[in-house]
Nanobody, 121 residues
Framework: QVQLRQAGGDFVTQPGGSLKLSCLAS????????MGWYRQAPGNQRELVAR???????NLTDSVKGRFTISRDNAQKTMHLQMNNLKPENTAVYYC??????????????WGRGTQVTVSS
């Protein structure tokens, strides 16, 4: 069983502020391949914010380029999302996601429990 642990509380800042989200993968992991952050605002579909491969290749949605940075530590099996110059429209629940292999050859896809991010003056 794979678990993705992320903060379950609320993160609040004003417009222009910064926040950092972290995610930790645990379990009988053979490999953790693609990892990413998704978000869902009330009334909206869940959308991809940023993703990162094992080798460090990244992809960010256009609206956060230049402000958000995704990173990972393969040895620690952690992933982070540094969010700078936050805007009210960034308010959403942010979810950690990972995919890879467990028990040598079994594929997995796992989701974290979500973290509420609120940007408001």
């Amino acid at each position: 069983q794979v678990q993705l642990r992320q903060a379950g509380g609320d993160f609040v800042t004003q417009p222009g502020g910064s926040l950092k989200l972290s995610c930790l993968a645990s379990g009988d992991l053979t490999s953790v391949n693609d990892m990413g952050w998704y978000r869902q605002a009330p009334g909206n579909q869940r959308e991809l914010v940023a993703r990162i491969s094992t080798a460090g290749s990244t992809n960010l949605t256009d609206s956060v380029k230049g402000r958000f940075t995704i990173s990972r530590d393969n040895a620690q099996k952690t992933m982070h999302l540094q969010m700078n110059n936050l805007k009210p429209e960034n308010t959403a629940v942010y979810y950690c996601r990972a995919a890879g292999l467990i028990h040598d050859t079994a594929p997995f896809t796992a989701w974290g429990r979500g973290t509420q991010v609120t940007v408001s003056s």
